[in-house]
């Protein structure tokens, strides 16, 4: 089970840290991602990260404002965005990899959370 938190309102500009906290047997030894859904658009790739921490992944459109970085003690993921433009505004969520290395692909992630809304407002 993944459940995300930190999403909410902000204005251009300002910055979020978003959470995800996983329980059971879904987090260990896989790659965490994030990904992020406006309305009337496809699920988009955000960050991934690898199981250890050391390789790390993003999006153009979030490279150089959005840090992935993940704590295996807690089983939580984060994802700090700062910079944030109105265009962000989507509902992100949080996935598993069903594999080690990091990915862009939504299928190669069977396990997602309900996601939280982050709204930028201009």
């Known amino acids: 089970q993944l459940v995300e938190s930190g999403g909410g309102f902000v204005q251009a500009g300002g910055s979020l840290r978003l959470s995800c906290a996983a329980s059971?047997?879904?987090?260990?030894?896989?790659?965490m991602g994030w990904f992020r859904q406006a309305p009337g658009r496809e699920r988009e790739f955000v960050a991934a990260?690898?199981?250890?921490?050391?390789?790390?992944d993003y999006a153009d459109s979030v490279k150089g404002r959005c840090t992935i970085s993940r704590d295996n003690a807690k089983t939580t993921v984060y994802l700090q965005m700062n910079s944030l433009k109105p265009e962000d505004t989507a509902v992100y969520y949080c996935?598993?990899?069903?594999?080690?290395?990091?990915?862009?692909?939504?299928?190669?992630?069977?396990?997602w959370g309900q996601g939280t809304q982050v709204t930028v407002s201009s």
């Open positions: 996935a598993v990899s069903k594999g080690v290395y990091n990915s862009r692909r939504a299928t190669d992630f069977p396990s």
């Open positions: 059971g047997r879904t987090f260990g030894g896989r790659a």
């Open positions: 990260i690898t199981w250890s921490g050391g390789s790390t």
